[in-house]
């Protein structure tokens, strides 16, 4: 090989991986046979997948959760601190009636706010009440959306359609996060695979 080969087979090679490096890495994280990408949009900005898990019940698989931040934390604290656009997408791993979805939605709520900051986000938690009662429950296989998004509130979308209008007060947002983040979190594996040490 002459020496003219030589450089332009560098400068090719050096195109190449320059070119390789410019592409966008569309990686998946798998949990249970349900993917989640590696990153996100919401509002705008591109959000980093925290950590996924998947939420049992009697062993029974209920749904794979994946946790959505614009930089990654490793605990509750420093998740409910982020002021930016968070995402919690659910994949349905099985059926489940939307009176179902709501009690346990209100269990994990319970659990995890006391009574005075209940009293402080009551009229959001009705708000999302209705938001269940008006979808005729989860199939598996369907796509839940609980985004925060600053300025505008919590907005809630089911296999790509928002469900009802935004619910504002990121204190609500947040006591939706301690479901799974906090003190008495819904499923004890799921909370340290949402916060990436399961990873």
Do not use: C
Request: proline fraction near 4%; avoid cysteine.
């Amino acid at each position: 090989m002459t020496t003219h080969q030589s450089v332009i087979k560098r400068l090719l090679a050096g195109a190449v991986l320059t070119l390789a490096a410019s592409l966008p890495a569309f990686a998946t994280v798998d949990v249970g046979g349900y993917k989640f990408e590696d990153t996100t949009k919401v509002a705008g900005k591109d959000l980093k997948l925290n950590g996924a898990g998947m939420r049992t019940k009697f062993i029974i698989k209920v749904y794979a959760a994946g946790l959505y931040l614009p930089e990654k934390k490793n605990n509750t604290a420093e998740v409910l601190k982020e002021e930016g656009p968070r995402r919690v997408t659910l994949q349905m791993a099985r059926d489940i009636s939307s009176e179902d979805f709501g009690k346990a939605f209100m269990d994990g709520l319970n659990e995890n706010i006391d009574k005075a900051e209940k009293q402080r986000i009551v009229a959001q938690i009705s708000k999302m009440g209705e938001l269940f009662a008006s979808v005729d429950g989860l199939k598996k296989g369907d796509v839940l959306h609980l985004d925060w998004i600053p300025g505008t509130g919590t907005q809630a979308e089911l296999n790509g359609q928002k469900l009802g209008g935004p619910i504002p007060d990121i204190n609500f947002y947040n006591a939706i996060l301690r479901i799974w983040l906090g003190d008495k979190p819904v499923d004890r594996s799921l909370k340290p695979a949402l916060l990436g040490e399961a990873r």
